[in-house]
């Protein structure tokens, strides 16, 4: 019978023969679900010395990796890695149903930009405009009110939207608080231009008003400034700074301080001013001669 020390040395002669980790695993099978491994040595009974193939377990057992497998398995689910990294994700809200409300946004004149399926702020911008061209709650969202008469039959486009009633008549320039919208009317009652707007209910009341001097200061400034920023084609009608002009623009830069698209919502809010885009702001400045009369309407 071989002494304890030999046996011992047999062993050590055999495994280091064999380079490699032993496992632990359950096969890939019905009723086993996922395998789990452990680093252990060689159980009674294990897979002989010099094995250097991973075989797949049907039933518990133990296998044996050898360290070439095992680098190739790492380096293969490091690339693994990389791979899935470097794609570009999915964007968080991405639908089909936000697409195709897009589409149908932008096919009524709403802008909607692109159509992407995420539902940002300009998407929500647009969902606002359809909204107040309706009457429905200005909430930004697909409600069911807004899908309802979004694909309906009598929707309506946002960027063409007839003159308030009871807002007077003659020419005229026409604000409502409630569409954050702004019309140009010329004598007989023609619309010559309009547009969306950014304001402040809370800073301007409701009722007539004229372009003019107010509290001594002048009526029309082209290049307006408040701290850092320009106010271009500034045409006055308020007491005492309240007047139109274009989307204030930082002087640093020239940016605006926001995009277009935010007009006709509530996304934002001025100090009392009406903000407009570029074209319709020059487009007033020519229209807004001193006297002419301003009417500011809720709806």
Known sequence: MPSSRAT???????????????VFGLAMRPGYGHGVTKRGTEPTGGPAAGATKTAT?????WTLISEDSMFRSLVALLLAGIVLAASPPVPAGAAPAVERAQRRLNHLGCKSGPVDGVMGEWTRSAIIRFQSRHRLSQSGRLTAATTRRLYGDRARRCDVRPVPRHSGTGRRIVISQRQNWVWVVARGGRVVAQSGMIDNPGELGTGWKRVGSYCGRTAKIRHNTSGSLWLDNFTRFAACGIGFHRIPRYMSNGNQIHPDWMVGTNLRQSHGCIRLPKPFSARLWDFGRIGTRVRVVKG
């Open 57 to 61: 377990c049907a039933s518990p057992g």
């Open 8 to 22: 011992s040395s047999a062993r050590a002669t055999s495994r280091s023969r064999t380079s490699g980790v032993w």
